[in-house]
């Protein structure tokens, strides 16, 4: 069990727009450690989606946003597309534990 | 173009020992922190640990599950990092990626990843 609470599935029709949940506590997100959000396709390594809470790397498109709010952060996924359809990973750190630490992963499912 | 690549995976008995390569290129090895995250078959993401660049002390920083037992290293001069594991366990088995760490301040996130090398422990 994660210490970073996602759902474990979302869904939505192709141009729609989902959000993600990561709910951590105040020894990690509420401590202000970043969260980072990755993207993970089938079969593929991951890749980096948005670092520092909502900082998107080069590359990315602007239909995929992150914000932060207390102890938790999100990931919004504007105009969904069928390729985003993949797992996602929120991480941040613990100071509690003194680790990096992951999400337990959203599966996304494009209707 | 920044390129992370595993080797050093297969087949191995539990409590025999292993070691993975991940060999980079594409940018200054020795300026950035080296992390190995694992992925169980239809598991989520484990962060496993990390090596930070020398101007950062070097310093080592590992998962409870594999403190004792799993070692990271790196060679700047080569381009490589290492895992070194040793008393496999059969809930060992798992993807391993590496990835190129981003340090800052007291976090870390991962902008480059490898591609994977599958550590399987079974006797």
């Known amino acids: 069990q ?3 609470t996602q759902p474990p599935s979302v869904s939505g029709a192709p141009g729609q727009r989902v959000t993600i949940s990561c709910t951590g506590s105040s020894s990690n997100i509420g401590a202000g450690y970043d969260v980072n959000w990755y993207q993970q396709l089938p079969g593929t390594a991951p890749k980096l989606l948005i670092y520092g809470n909502s900082n998107r790397p ?20 504007t105009g969904l597309q069928a390729d985003d359809e993949a797992d996602y990973y929120c991480q941040s750190y613990d100071s509690s534990l003194s680790l990096v630490m992951f999400g337990g992963g959203t599966k996304l499912t494009v209707l | 173009e920044v390129q992370l690549v595993e080797s050093g995976g297969g087949l191995v008995q539990p409590g ?18 080296l992390t190995w995250v694992r992925q169980a078959p239809g598991k989520g993401l484990e962060w496993v640990g ?6 950062f002390g070097g310093t080592r920083e590992s998962a409870a599950s594999v403190e004792g037992r799993f070692t990271i290293s790196r060679d700047d001069s080569k381009g490589i990092a290492y895992l070194q594991m040793n008393s496999l366990k059969t809930e060992d088995t798992a993807v391993y990626y590496c990835s190129r760490t981003v340090v800052v301040g007291a976090t870390y996130y991962f ?7 599958l550590v399987t422990v079974s006797s």
């Open chain 1, 2 to 4: 994660s210490v970073l």
């Open chain 1, 58 to 77: 080069s590359g990315v498109p602007d239909r995929f946003s992150g914000s932060k709010s207390g102890t938790s952060a999100s990931l919004a996924i």
């Open chain 2, 16 to 33: 025999r020992s292993l070691r993975l390569s991940c060999t980079a290129s594409g940018f200054i090895f020795g300026d950035y922190a």
């Open chain 2, 50 to 55: 990390l090596i930070k660049s020398r101007p």
């Open chain 2, 111 to 117: 902008d480059y990843w490898g591609q994977g090398t």
